[in-house]
């Protein structure tokens, strides 16, 4: 399964590079995303991710891949990104083309059923832990898995 100290390591750490790269203090970035500047602090300290919505944010600030911010790729490519449709709507376009029933999905993972019924529904988007945890299982990216990318 996904290790969370490695993923908070490595968001950690990367955010902290791209910030110095372009010279922006957790005030720039919380003054250019919307996330609370002790959310940011939180996120250099290691001691939270953000949810799906925040990393989108910082991915769109930074240019970079939603899998480069959390260590899934060392490739750091600076691109355009499509918008993100409703994760709903993707998530059922993505368990179609992969053939997958949210029962065979539970199963195999062991994810809560409720949990996938949620995504499903779109009551709920999945915390980071489980987006990778999804990306791994489908064997794509992360901004595939959200529609950033085709």
């Known amino acids: ?24 203090s957790s005030y720039d970035v919380a003054g250019r995303t919307n996330i609370d500047v002790s959310g940011i602090r939180r996120y250099l300290r290691k001691a939270s991710l953000p949810n799906l919505f925040n990393a989108l944010k910082l991915a ?34 993505v368990l179609q083309e992969n053939n997958c029933t949210r029962y065979r999905l539970n199963k195999d993972t062991h994810i809560a059923e409720r949990c996938i019924d949620d995504w499903y529904y779109g009551r709920r988007v999945p ?15 992360l901004d595939y898995l959200v529609g950033r990318e085709t």
Not at 2 to 14: A, K, N, P, Q, Y
């Open 60 to 93: 769109d600030l930074f240019a970079c891949s939603l899998d480069y911010l959390f260590g899934r790729t060392d490739d750091s490519y600076k691109t355009k990104f499509l918008p993100c449709p409703d994760f709903s709507e993707r998530f059922k376009e």
């Open 1 to 24: 399964g996904v290790r969370i100290m490695d993923i908070l390591s490595t968001f950690g750490e990367r955010l902290e590079e791209m910030m110095f790269e372009c010279g922006l």
């Open 127 to 141: 915390t980071v832990e489980n987006l990778i945890e999804l990306a791994d299982y489908f064997y794509c990216t």
